[in-house]
């Protein structure tokens, strides 16, 4: 199993931007497809963003889609997402998910065979 530790959430006012990382250790890195979710208080975990083995495949929630950047460094083990022009509805906590394919069951939710990390929480003030 691959273990995940994410990093580089915080408070930003609205519009600003954040960028987050998760870092990854013990099974290979490149071949697992990774993503994010992200949960609201009181609300579901939803799919924000996912890629490929690759990095050359990427798809993303509707919500954030021309303001959230996935993208990879399988040199480094890390996933990284790139949030611009944030909102107060962006407000979350934040997970990194490995998951040894296909991209669909990842955006789905995974399965038994996805590793996720702790959260990293995101505060978009008004």
């Known amino acids: 199993q691959v273990q995940l530790v994410e990093s580089g959430g915080g408070l930003v006012q609205a519009g600003g931007s954040l960028r987050l990382s998760c870092a990854a250790s013990?099974?290979?890195?490149?071949?697992?497809?990774m993503g994010w979710f992200r949960q609201a208080p009181g609300k579901e975990r939803e799919f924000v963003a996912a890629i490929s083995w690759s990095g050359g495949s990427t798809t993303y929630a509707d919500s954030v889609k021309g303001r959230f950047t996935i993208a990879r460094d399988n040199a480094k083990n890390t996933v990284y997402l790139q949030m611009n022009s944030l909102k107060p509805e962006d407000t979350a906590v934040y997970y990194c998910v490995a998951h040894p394919g296909p991209l669909s069951q990842l955006r789905a939710g995974g399965t038994e065979y996805s590793a996720w990390g702790q959260g990293t929480q995101v505060t978009v003030s008004s």
């Open positions: 013990g099974r290979t890195f490149s071949n697992y497809y």
